[in-house]
Every structure is written in structure tokens, then in C-alpha cells.
Nanobody, 125 residues
Framework: QVQLVESGGGLVQAGGSLRLSCTWSGRTFSTYAVGWFRQAPGKEREFVAAISPSGGSTYSSDSVKGRFTISRDYAKNTVYLQMNSLKPEDTAVYSC??????????????????WGQGTQVTVSS
């Protein structure tokens, strides 16, 4: 089975930075695309960023573009989400998810097969 564990969340002031980690185990890491999603209280889960199995293709939502960067380290079986210039509206539980490929529907949660438990990110004003 595939297991993903997020870490790196916490409380940060607006304008600050955090780096989230999604650590992988169970199957060949390089076979899967990985996406980051977030969900704030009372809101729907939304796409944040995604990276292809090879790492050659990355995408991010308009709301985080230019501020967040997704990357992967194959030696550590880890996908990172570097979050800079954080805003209060970035406050949410952030989850990573894995899929066999990065499809054209990479921004939808239904495209992913495996999910981590999530890590809380809180940005204060």
C-alpha cells in the first residue's frame, strides 16, 4: 500500500514562510504524481499544486502562483511545498495525494488515489 505523511505545518505570521513535506512509502515513488490540496473550515477542498512523476511538470493554482513552489526529492521519497508570502487566507489543513499519472484533471481530488492525513497551517494577520 501507499502511505503519505505530511509534516511542516504550524503557526506563522502573514508574510512568513513554511515548507511542507510529504514523505512517501509503500511503492515506487517515481511512479506517482503528487498533488497538494487544502481545506479551510466551512470551505471545499481546493487544489494547490501538483508535480508529475518525473518532476518535469508542475502546476499551481492561481491563488498561490508565484508564492508556492512544489518539488520532489527522489533520494528522500519526499515532495515539498515551499510556501512564501503567506496570507491569512492560506490557513487550512494541507494534504498531499498521489496518482499514477498527472492527468489533465490534476486539479481535482478525484484524480488522486492515495491521501495523507494532513497538516495544519495557520497564518495570522
Amino acid at each position: 500500500q501507499v502511505q503519505l505523511v505530511e509534516s511542516g505545518g504550524g503557526l506563522v505570521q502573514a508574510g512568513g514562510s513554511l515548507r511542507l513535506s510529504c514523505t512517501w512509502s509503500g511503492r515506487t515513488f517515481s511512479t506517482y504524481a503528487v498533488g497538494w490540496f487544502r481545506q479551510a473550515p466551512g470551505k471545499e477542498r481546493e487544489f494547490v499544486a501538483a508535480i508529475s512523476p518525473s518532476g518535469g511538470s508542475t502546476y499551481s493554482s492561481d491563488s498561490v502562483k508565484g508564492r508556492f513552489t512544489i518539488s520532489r526529492d527522489y533520494a528522500k521519497n519526499t515532495v515539498y511545498l515551499q510556501m512564501n508570502s503567506l496570507k491569512p487566507e492560506d490557513t487550512a489543513v494541507y494534504s498531499c495525494a498521489a496518482a499514477r499519472i498527472l492527468s489533465r484533471d490534476y486539479w481535482t481530488a478525484a484524480s488522486y488515489n492515495y491521501w495523507g492525513q494532513g497538516t495544519q497551517v495557520t497564518v495570522s494577520s
